[in-house]
């Protein structure tokens, strides 16, 4: 029997913005395990430089700005809306997620600033659980150490992770960063000691008796229901500036990667099986409803033509952003950059376009 190749263990970076996820992947990037670094993959299609030398970078599928531009959304709609057509190849990543096995231990995916726009969305959704049914995954929460010296900030950043823990059922990391402006031996202190935590809210001005505050009532009594959180969270501080902390993080994802094969992958093996059967069961009532009623292959002919409804598809994806003059930019205009995907490739984007094309643009292009 054919051994089977060793597959990454996937980090999925997610925090509020501002936490420095980017920069904390930035310094991961340098990590050498097993002779190479990294594989490293960006989610943020927004962003307008990457730090790190990213093996798959979503600007290079779905161009943001023409997003925007011709579904007429602001910048989150945008990004959630790029994140949308990026998934439907998602599988495609995962193939290449699961090759990179071979050469690197660890794969990196740094999500966008927004940590609602992935944590709360379909695309994160489908990101997230299709990692997990493929390879070791473990979620990473960056906080800042700075901004969270105020307990009720702390208590707001604490169940936010606890949420998220929830909601993606992964071995789960908090990262305390920053330790190089403000050490993180306060927050440590305040998950193992309620005590320490009261004394601190007293000290806020959200103490208890009459001039307790609602919020400070709240945040001690979230304090006393996240104490079995607490017991079992890992938890380390980290400098993405120096570097400082790197070293016990990854011995952090080794013991979480551990605790996924132990605890989780029967669990999301078991789902993906599910699933995929689902799906064969759909394919199946598909091709039925073919034999059955001649009409549904008329339709399935019109969705050619209707994924043509007054744009240009090849403008919203396969396209870099940085590769456009832009009025704002100065210098001069870039070459495009070449791209080996087939036409079939591109097949789950025109799908997912039809049935988001506005009403309006109904004229088809000659």
């Known amino acids: 029997m054919e051994e089977e190749s060793p597959k990454p263990v996937c980090l999925i970076i997610l925090g509020m913005a501002g936490a ?18 990294p594989y490293l993959i960006n989610l943020d299609p927004a962003c307008r430089e990457v730090p790190y030398p990213a093996n798959i970078d979503i600007r290079d599928t779905v161009n943001y700005k023409e997003v925007m531009k011709q579904y007429g959304l602001g910048p989150n709609g945008g990004i959630v809306t790029a994140l949308n057509l990026f998934s439907t190849k998602f599988g495609q990543v995962v193939d290449l997620i699961e090759k990179a096995g071979k050469k690197h231990k660890y794969c990196i995916i740094d999500t966008p600033g927004q940590i609602e726009v992935f944590t709360w969305s ?15 995954t ?10 969270s010296v105020s307990p009720v900030t702390f208590m707001s950043n604490m169940l936010y992770a606890c949420s ?30 309620f005590e320490a935590f009261q004394e601190a809210l007293d000290a806020d001005g959200d103490g208890e008796g009459e001039g307790a505050t609602y919020v400070g009532n709240l945040t001690r009594s979230m304090a006393l ?31 979480a990667a551990e605790e996924y094969e132990k605890d989780y992958k029967a669990d999301w093996l078991r789902m993906r099986a599910e699933k995929l059967e689902e799906q064969r069961r759909k394919e ?19 969705l050619i033509d ?61």
């Open 20 to 37: 420095g996820k980017t920069s904390f992947t930035r310094r991961l990037a340098g990590k050498i395990t097993n002779g190479s670094k």
């Open 122 to 136: 379909a695309s994160g959704t489908i990101v997230t659980e299709t990692l997990a049914a493929s390879c070791p």
């Open 138 to 147: 473990v979620v990473v929460y960056v906080m800042d150490t700075v901004r």
């Open 164 to 193: 998220i823990l929830y909601k993606t059922r992964l071995p789960f990391i908090v990262v305390m960063n920053k330790t190089d402006v403000v050490d993180n031996s306060y927050a440590v202190e305040w998950m193992r000691d």
């Open 225 to 255: 229901a996240l104490d079995t959180f607490y017991a079992d969270l890992k938890s380390c501080g980290v400098s993405a500036h120096t570097g400082q902390g790197i070293d016990e993080f990854f011995k952090l994802v080794d013991d």
């Open 284 to 302: 199946e009532e598909l091709k039925k409803g073919d034999k059955s009623d001649p009409d549904t292959v008329i339709d399935k002919k019109k």
């Open 306 to 366: 209707e994924v043509a409804c007054g744009r240009e598809l090849s403008d919203m994806y396969l396209k870099h952003p940085a590769n456009e003059s832009s009025s704002d930019d100065e210098g001069e205009e870039t070459a495009p950059q070449e791209t080996d995907d087939k036409p079939e490739d591109v097949a789950a984007f025109q799908e997912f376009i039809r049935k988001h094309v506005k009403p309006n643009n109904t004229e088809h292009k000659t």
